[in-house]
Every structure is written in structure tokens, then in C-alpha cells.
């Protein structure tokens, strides 16, 4: 299956993500207090760190969600203070919701997904396949699936858009284990066509072994090997 | 993917929900046919009623209005698809218009309901002559109300309290579409002497309103949305 | 303002938000609003058919005159910070605290204009063309200033509000040309009309003019204070920004001490 990103006009040496004491607020909170990250290519990233750290913020601030209060970054060369809708058209976010309609069956919601990008009839099919929501599931509405199915439904959605850089918030959770070896090898294979993955788990085994690089996000800033 | 397609995704999204949770047909049409029979309790006089008819068939409209935006958006945010639309990079004007025009042919479905409930309720006649302009008053005015809507309802999808900010929004900036109306249907059905040819100024009032709402709404919506 | 300029304001005006211009200011507003008492109360003549009602119009007309033009600064200030390259809160601040005065002076005409129905016609209330469109306009400006509230960063609650408050002027045409249309459909409307039957003399448009000239004296000196504060008030809130950015930093500091160094797998 191609998981190739749809577009691949970013030099491999460039870094895909770019911060630097990057500040971003919740309210008046400094969820993220200065935190600087650069990520390469095709890296897959571990996030690691306590509830209330700040790695949901940082994913949100990285797919363009959240504006950057203080601090630079740049996400794919994009400027994330001026280009902000630019850098969200490349990205893929998986937040704690899933993005799903609960009374579309799983079909419906992948192939929306994968109208909105022009995606074919058959690549639509083949990420279904993949998330192993074809078949029994397809034609279920969403709001008859247990967690993990429409997690995987999500996930579906998200390889169906061919995006160049990959945010994940869990992905695991409530997963089986068989689904959860299904989710790595997408994800390697997604990472060995060129996407890069920035991964926030509690799995610190299982996404430990995935990942390329592992970061603790601590109070709002980021230690460990930062580039 | 130009603008218009990723709208028609959207309008057809949002319609095939309504198809398969059918909310309008169980929930808000028996809302707005009870409306209309507690007006008659509350106002107990049969002239009355038939003199008053034409606007009550708006105000048990404008009320629905409300109803049928609140649910255009919570299936929006019951699992952060709004978002997931956001990061995905989706234009906003597109998706305001794909859910302002799925929103249209709600409430087109619901007015003409009412305006049978109102013959059968209020004992109107519909004049012959009067049908085109009463035709041109139900588009005009409806594609208004669902630009007003729309926006509105985006704005307010945000944030606690929605249901309370999207009324306090939403019904003073409709109020020309009910004054408009109201009296453009009067003048159709012949209501208290009026004749076919005053409405046409108010369809033509209704016209422009839709059109600057419609634009402004379009423009207004990405930034409303955003954070 | 820089952040700087703005901690010195906050040092040099301990007892408030006073400065010497908003000090002559503010004694020119008493002075005109001494002059409209007098004109309006004394000097000016009483109405043929009204009599002494007619003075509430001194405050009436100037109020509303002066809301629209408060309600025009805040579209324009809201365009100008939406479409200018700088950006700056104090465009954001402008059109909010112009709002908040313009509602007020809103609120002001339709009080007095309902004190002024009952004594010429016996009616608080008539649904005329200009009463029902400053009604309109009352509750379409404390729908803009409930948006300004709902919270979020400086920059967001700009943004939002700035488009809200040129939706406003939007609105207010298509309400102001709907409503018009309606009311003249009924004739009763005119007799009712609000200054229709007052024959302005040349002291009861002087008197007028000084009360536009008082109220808007008073709007100025208003909207100075009130924008001064919100400042204050916003640059406490990036004050707490700050201090919470350094307990945050300072949290991490400490935890970072107990946690492990990261590997590269």
C-alpha cells in the first residue's frame, strides 16, 4: 500500500519540526512553557512524560491548532506564527476524540476523509483493509464500536489523508494486542515511506520499541535528546 | 480540491447524517408542530390566529432554527470532528457553506411542514397567484437564516454556554428575515388585505440579506472557528 | 505598547488611570454639561404642544448620535486591527471599551425615550421605526460585548470580536432598511413620531448642539479610562502569564532532578 505523503517537497535535511521555547497557552496557562523539539525526517518520536505535561498541547500546537504565544517554530519549513493554515493541509492529528460522525457507519466516515483529499476508491478500501475495519465493520455505525474499533476507524481516516507528518496523542489505548502490532507495523511502514511520526504513549515498552527517539515533555518543557 | 467540492462533501456529509439519526423528522418537526399548537392556546382567538398566522409560522421557524443548529454542530463536536476538519486543513469557507447549504434544505423541508400545518391549523389558503412569490420568500429567507445560523453556531460550538450565546446571537441579527418574511408571506397568502405585489420589495430585502450574510458568514467563519 | 511602556504607566499612575490630558478633559465635560443643563433646562424654550417634556430630547438625541458614532469606532478600530499588518491590542481594546460605552449610551436613549412616551403620549413604548431599531441595536451590541467575555488569549478574544463587530455594522443597515419598511406600512406611525412635531427653534438647537457637544466631551474622557484599565487589566494577565510561565519552569526544574536520563533507541 502506498503510504507515501502526498507531498514530498521538504529536503530530507530540514527538519520536519522546529521549535524553539515555544510557549503555548490553555486559557492563561502556560500549558507548553518553552519547549524545543527539532525532529528529521522519518524519525518516529516518543513523547513521553505525566499527565498534564503538556504533550497534548505540544501535538496540538505542531498540527497548527493552537497559535504560538511565544517562542519560534517551524513545522515542515512552514512558519508556524504566520503559515498556520499551511502547515495544517500536511498534517495528521490524532487527538484523545477521534474525529468520527457516530451516525455514519465506518465506511462513510473513511470515505469522507478520503474525498477531501481526492483519495481512490481503492486506497480508501486498502486503509480500511490495513486498520482491519473492512469487512464486518464497514457498514456499522460508528457509535456501535467498541473504543478500540473506532480508534482504529480514526486511524484509517488519518493514513486515507497521506500526510507528511504524523501526530499521535495514544494511539494505543484501548487497543487489543493483535490490533496494536497491526498500528506499529502501519506505522513503520508509514515511516519507511517518509512520514515522520511524533507519538505521545503511556506505552513506554511497546512505543519505546517503535519509536526512533524518545523525549520526556515535563512541566511544559521538553528533555532528553532534543535533536 | 477546490472550495465548492470540499462543500459538497460537507452538505452531503451533514445530510447523511440527518438520513440515518433523522432528527429532523422525530425530534424537530413534532417541536415546531407543538409550537404551533400552543400559540393557539396562548392567543385564543381563532381571528386572531388567522390574522397572525403568517408569523407564527416564522417564530416556530426561528425557534427550530435554533434547535437545528445546535445539532449541526454537536455532531461536529461530539467527537472533535470540527477539529479534525480544522487540522486536516480543510478550507473553512467550504466547510460554512456545505453546512449552511445541508442546514438550508432542513429548514426548507421544516418550513413548508409548517406552512401546511398553518393551513390546516389556522384555516390559510394559499391563492394562486401567490405561489411563486411565496416560492422566492421560503428561498430567500431560508438561505439567510441558514448563513446567519451557521455562523453563529460555529461561534458558539466552541464554548460553554452555546445555548444561551447562540440565541442571544442569532435572533436579533435574524430579525429582518422575520420582519421580511413574515410580511412577504403575508402579502402572498393575502393575509389582512395585502396584495402579491407588496411582497416583492421584501423578497428582495431577503435576497440581499442572504447574499451579504452569506458572504460575510463565509469569510467571518474560518476566524470565529479558529483558536 | 511595549511591555515596558506599559509597566511605566503602571508605576507613574498608582492612584489610577488619570493622566493631565483626561484631567482638562474631563473638566471641559463638566463645563458643557453645566452649559446643558442650563440651555436645556433654562434658557431654551418650552414646546408648543409638549411643553417641558421636550427637554429630554437635549439628552435623548445626543445619546444616540453618539452611540452610533461609538458603534462606527469600534467597526473601524476592529478593521484596522483584523486587517492591519501590526496587530496591536490597543486597536482590540479601542473598539471593546467604545462598545461597552455605546451600549451604555444605548441604554441611556432608550430609557429616557420611554420616560419621554409616557409624558407626550402616554405610552413607554411605541414600535416606530427608530425605537425599534435602537432596540435592535441595544441587544445586537451586548451579543458583541457577551463574545468579548468568552475568554481564551489577548489575541484570540481580538480577533473574534473584531470579526463580530464588523458583522455588527453589517447587521445594522439591513435592520435599520427592514424596519423602515415596515413601519411606514402603517400609518399611525408618523403621528407618533418622535420629533416630527417640534419646531426647532434657534435656541432649542443650540441647546441640542451643546448637548451634543457634552456627550461627546464625556465619551472621550470615558473612553480614555476605560481602555487605560483595560490595558492595565491586560497587562496583568500577561503578568500572570509570566509568573505562571516561571512556576511552570521552576516545576520542571525540580521533577527534571528525579527523572531519568532519555536513551536513543
Not at chain 1, 457498514?139 to 484509517?156: E, F, M, Y
Not at chain 3, 483584523?82 to 436613549?109: M, N, P, Q, Y
Request: charged residues 20%; negative net charge; aromatic residues 6%.
Amino acid at each position: 500500500m502506498d503510504l507515501e505523503p502526498s507531498n514530498s517537497d521538504i529536503e530530507d535535511h530540514k527538519p520536519v519540526v522546529a521549535l524553539h521555547d515555544a510557549v503555548a497557552v490553555l486559557g492563561q496557562f502556560p500549558a507548553l512553557a518553552g519547549a524545543s523539539l527539532t525532529v528529521r525526517r522519518g524519525e518516529i518520536v516518543l513523547l513521553r512524560g505525566p499527565n498534564g505535561a503538556g504533550k497534548t498541547t505540544l501535538l496540538r500546537l505542531c498540527a497548527g491548532l493552537l497559535p504560538l504565544v511565544r517562542g519560534t517554530g517551524q513545522i515542515l519549513g512552514l512558519d508556524l506564527t504566520t503559515q498556520r493554515e499551511s502547515v495544517r493541509r500536511n498534517v495528521g492529528l490524532l487527538g484523545h476524540q477521534n474525529g468520527l460522525y457516530f451516525d455514519l457507519t465506518v465506511g462513510e466516515n473513511v470515505r469522507f476523509w478520503g474525498a477531501t483529499v481526492g483519495a481512490t476508491e481503492a486506497e480508501i478500501a486498502t486503509a480500511m483493509e490495513r486498520l482491519g475495519v473492512a469487512d464486518r465493520l464497514v457498514d456499522l455505525p460508528v457509535r456501535q464500536l467498541s473504543a478500540g474499533q473506532k480508534r482504529r476507524t480514526a486511524l484509517a481516516c488519518l493514513v486515507v489523508r497521506r500526510a507528511q507528518l504524523w501526530l499521535l496523542d495514544e494511539p494505543h489505548a484501548g487497543l487489543d494486542a493483535s490490533a496494536r502490532d497491526e498500528l506499529d507495523a502501519t506505522l513503520r511502514e508509514a515511516a519507511g515511506s517518509g512520514a515522520t511520526i511524533i507519538v505521545a504513549s503511556h506505552e513506554l515498552e511497546r512505543a519505546g520499541a517503535l519509536s526512533t527517539r524518545a523525549v520526556d515533555v515535563v512541566a511544559g518543557q521538553i528533555y532528553g535528546e532534543q535533536s | 480540491m477546490s472550495t465548492w467540492r470540499i462543500a459538497r462533501l460537507v452538505a452531503v456529509k451533514d445530510l447523511r447524517i440527518e438520513a440515518h439519526s433523522r432528527v429532523l423528522i422525530n425530534q424537530v418537526l413534532p417541536f415546531a408542530g407543538v409550537t404551533m399548537v400552543i400559540f393557539a392556546f396562548a392567543l385564543d382567538a381563532d381571528s386572531v390566529l388567522e390574522r397572525v398566522a403568517p408569523g407564527l409560522v416564522w417564530l416556530a421557524t426561528m425557534f427550530s432554527l435554533l434547535v437545528l443548529v445546535q445539532r449541526s454542530f454537536a455532531v461536529e463536536t461530539d467527537d472533535g470532528a470540527l477539529d479534525a476538519m480544522r487540522v486536516a486543513g480543510l478550507d473553512p469557507k467550504a466547510i460554512y457553506l456545505g453546512k449552511a447549504a445541508a442546514l438550508s434544505v432542513e429548514l426548507l423541508i421544516l418550513e413548508v411542514v409548517l406552512l401546511l400545518t398553518a393551513v390546516i391549523l389556522y384555516r390559510q389558503t394559499i391563492p394562486l397567484d401567490g405561489v411563486v412569490l411565496l416560492v422566492l420568500t421560503l428561498l430567500t429567507a431560508t438561505c439567510g437564516l441558514a448563513a446567519v445560523g451557521t455562523l453563529y453556531g460555529g461561534l458558539a460550538s466552541g464554548f460553554k454556554g452555546r445555548e444561551t450565546l447562540l440565541p442571544l446571537l442569532t435572533l436579533p441579527a435574524v430579525a429582518p428575515v422575520l420582519i421580511g418574511a413574515t410580511r412577504a408571506v403575508e402579502s402572498a397568502l393575502g393575509t389582512a388585505g395585502a396584495v402579491v405585489s407588496d411582497g416583492w420589495p421584501w423578497v428582495g430585502l431577503l435576497a440581499v440579506f442572504a447574499v451579504a450574510f452569506g458572504v460575510g458568514g463565509s469569510l467571518a467563519f474560518g476566524p470565529l472557528i479558529d483558536e | 505598547m511595549t511591555t515596558i511602556d506599559k509597566e511605566a504607566t503602571l508605576q507613574s499612575n498608582r492612584s489610577g488611570t488619570g493622566t493631565r490630558a483626561t484631567r482638562i478633559l474631563g473638566i471641559a465635560t463638566i463645563i458643557s454639561m453645566l452649559w446643558l443643563v442650563a440651555f436645556g433646562l433654562g434658557f431654551s424654550p418650552a414646546d408648543r404642544d409638549q411643553e417641558e417634556a421636550v427637554r429630554l430630547m437635549y439628552v435623548h438625541v445626543p445619546t444616540i448620535w453618539i452611540a452610533y458614532l461609538t458603534f462606527v469606532v469600534t467597526a473601524v478600530a476592529s478593521g484596522i486591527y483584523l486587517f492591519g499588518r501590526s496587530k496591536s491590542l490597543g486597536w482590540d481594546r479601542l473598539a471593546g471599551a467604545s462598545a461597552e460605552i455605546g451600549t451604555v449610551f444605548v441604554a441611556l436613549t432608550l430609557v429616557v425615550g420611554a420616560l419621554w412616551g409616557r409624558l407626550t403620549w402616554g405610552v413607554f413604548w411605541q414600535w416606530d421605526a427608530r425605537l425599534t431599531t435602537t432596540a435592535l441595536l441595544f441587544v445586537t451590541y451586548v451579543g458583541y460585548l457577551a463574545v468579548r467575555r468568552l475568554g481564551g488569549s489577548h489575541q484570540q478574544r481580538a480577533r473574534r470580536s473584531a470579526v463580530i463587530g464588523l458583522l455588527a455594522v453589517l447587521l445594522i443597515p439591513l435592520v435599520h432598511w427592514s424596519v423602515r419598511l415596515w413601519r411606514s406600512l402603517h400609518q399611525e406611525a408618523t403621528v407618533l413620531d418622535s420629533d416630527g412635531d417640534i419646531d426647532m427653534d434657534g435656541l432649542m438647537l443650540f441647546s441640542l448642539f451643546v448637548g451634543v457637544v457634552a456627550f461627546t466631551l464625556f465619551y472621550i474622557w470615558l473612553l480614555l479610562h476605560r481602555t487605560r484599565v483595560m490595558a492595565l487589566e491586560d497587562l496583568m494577565e500577561d503578568r500572570g502569564l509570566d509568573q505562571a510561565l516561571s512556576e511552570r519552569r521552576n516545576e520542571a526544574a525540580s521533577m527534571n532532578a528525579a527523572v531519568p536520563n532519555s536513551e536513543e533507541i
